[in-house]
């Protein structure tokens, strides 16, 4: 199992920066993916940035100019650098970490939530 612990949400104006972090804990496994999705208001929840334990980031093509992604495998965590804040960044961002299971299934595991708002 892996438990997953989100900070660093919270109030920002548009175009003001933030950073997100997330900590794991339980085994985390070399192959796993850490990465973080989001669920804007009435919307459904979306991936926007993924990156393996190799550091190779994948970003949602909307996000990937404004948007950072980075992993310490040491310390199994995973942060989202996000610059040039957006009202429409407005959601709650879900750090995940994604897996292959041996049944070849997709296994999921999902942080809380938290919430990142983006006004004047």
């Known amino acids: 199992q892996v438990q997953l612990v989100e900070s660093g949400g919270g109030l920002v104006q548009p175009g003001g920066s933030l950073r997100l972090s997330c900590a794991a804990s339980?085994?985390?496994?070399?192959?796993?993916?850490m990465g973080w999705y989001r669920r804007p208001p009435g919307n459904r929840r979306e991936l926007v940035a993924q990156?393996?334990?190799?550091?190779?980031?994948w970003l949602e093509s909307s996000v990937k100019d404004r948007f950072t992604i980075s992993r310490d495998n040491a310390k199994n965590t995973v942060s989202l650098q996000i610059d040039s804040l957006k009202p429409e960044d407005t959601a709650v961002y879900y750090c995940?970490?994604?897996?292959?299971?041996?049944?070849?299934?997709?296994?999921?595991?999902w942080g809380q939530g938290i919430q990142v708002t983006v006004a004047s």
């Open positions: 995940n970490v994604w897996r292959r299971g041996v049944d070849g299934s997709n296994v999921n595991f």
């Open positions: 339980g085994s985390i496994f070399s192959s796993d993916y």
């Open positions: 990156i393996d334990s190799g550091h190779s980031p």
